[in-house]
């Protein structure tokens, strides 16, 4: 078996992973990332970037180039129900240089992160190279074992950061315990070619199902929001069922979703979970992101809560790292504590305050969600909405 060292090593190349990756090889931190797939083109991952996330690529000096990337803005979340249409977000009211959520390809956000990275000494990507397990001395984690196209591959590390997802193996290996909530929904993506000029409501109640559209410029990315364990029963009921929910919403779709949704092949099931470890690390290893909290895709807060992970993590541990130190368990416990609160907020919206905004079953029609009954009866509300959603209640800097 191939041995390597590094001072930290990242297992996962999604935005924390990356994220983490930058800013703690910018500190002077020998870092490895860890990245299972061969690139980052995958379809219907979160492409939001959210303001506090181009705040951070600001202070980065990075943010004339990352703009241009191309992308497309969103001022407001709007809600469109049978009670009518409702300005549930409306992101050009909050404060700061960024007013909107900018809609952006992940794959291409992550090779930005990644030349930017790679630029820097100390930096190492290392893709098709899947963690399997931990390496353990008693109690302590030493770092991981990795398969690649070479060979088994050990890399030995001060700390090891498991940013590998939702079924994250590090953190099945390191034996941590989840706390799981109940999803309010399962989400079935796809894409419908896109006029010039058309436009959209965001979000459309109708009878046992919500759509949301996201405008990719070409195209849009639809997400049709099911009730939680339905799939098989959506499917049974046949692709002409899900073309006429479609069309009902937006009639011009009725085409374009018989052209373009061919069979259940063109449409890509994400199994909604909202999960939280309760405690975050062992010695020499720390979970952020979605490997420490799954998040359900409303809002697309689960992408700036990793990234936000990733800043917080980098800028309190990057120090100890530097120093050629292992983080205690106090050390790796106060970044816990720093991203915990922002975690359960958002968590406890998804699943208690929004919960109503989706369908209980494949027949009922989301009226009147409470949400957005509230923000239509105090207007001034879709500011802390848009606040609470784009910022976050604790949103972290770069030092």
């Known amino acids: 078996m191939k041995t390597e060292t590094a001072q930290c090593c990242v297992v996962g190349g999604g935005p924390a992973g990356m994220m983490a990756g ?3 090889a910018r500190q002077g931190v020998r870092v490895t990332v860890l990245e299972k797939h061969g690139d980052f083109l995958r379809d219907f991952r979160g492409d939001t970037v959210h303001p506090s996330t181009l705040q951070v690529i600001d202070e980065l000096g990075l943010l ?3 703009l241009r990337i191309p992308h497309t803005k969103v001022t407001d979340i709007t809600v469109r129900t049978p009670a009518g249409p409702t300005t549930f977000a409306d992101f050009s009211k909050i404060r700061g240089r960024f007013p909107y959520i900018a809609f952006m390809p992940q794959w291409d956000v992550l090779d930005f992160l990644a030349r930017k990275a790679g630029e820097l000494p100390g930096f190492t990507l290392m893709q098709k190279a899947e963690a399997t397990t931990v390496i353990r001395e008693g109690d302590q984690v030493r770092g991981v074992r990795a398969d690649t196209p070479e060979g088994p591959l050990e890399i030995r590390a001060d700390l090891v950061i498991a ?7 590090m953190r099945k290996a390191a034996g941590l315990t989840v706390s799981a909530s109940a ?3 399962d989400v079935l993506w796809f894409r419908l070619a896109r006029e010039p000029g058309e436009t959209m409501s965001f979000l459309h109640t109708g009878a046992g199902f919500v759509l949301i559209t996201i405008d ?6 639809v997400a049709y929001v099911i009730p939680q364990g339905q799939y098989d029963a959506v499917r049974a009921e046949g692709l002409g069922r899900l073309r006429a929910d479609v069309s009902s919403v937006h009639p011009p779709f009725a085409e374009r979703v018989e052209r ?6 063109d449409v890509k099931l994400l199994g909604v979970r909202v999960d939280r470890l309760r405690t975050w690390h062992r010695p ?3 979970c952020v992101g979605d490997a420490a909290h799954a998040m359900s895709p409303a809002g697309g807060v689960g992408i700036n809560l990793a990234v936000q992970d990733a800043v917080a993590a980098a800028r309190m541990l990057g120090p100890v790292l530097r120093t050629g130190r292992t983080p205690t368990p106090h050390e790796l416990r106060r970044v816990q504590r720093r ?4 975690v359960r907020a958002v968590q406890l919206a998804q699943v208690h305050m929004l919960a109503d905004l989706y369908p209980k079953d494949r027949r009922s029609v989301v009226e009147r969600p409470f949400a957005a009954r509230l923000v239509r009866r105090f207007p001034f509300l879709n500011r802390w909405t848009a606040q609470f959603i784009g910022v976050g209640l604790r949103p972290e800097h770069v030092s």
């Open 22 to 24: 930058l800013l703690l």
């Open 64 to 66: 004339d180039e990352f």
């Open 163 to 169: 940013a590998d997802g939702r079924h994250s193996a």
């Open 183 to 185: 999803a309010p929904m």
């Open 216 to 221: 990719r410029g070409a195209y849009w990315q």
């Open 260 to 265: 373009e949704i061919h069979d259940w092949d």
């Open 284 to 286: 020499g290893l720390l």
């Open 339 to 342: 991203r915990e609160l922002p």
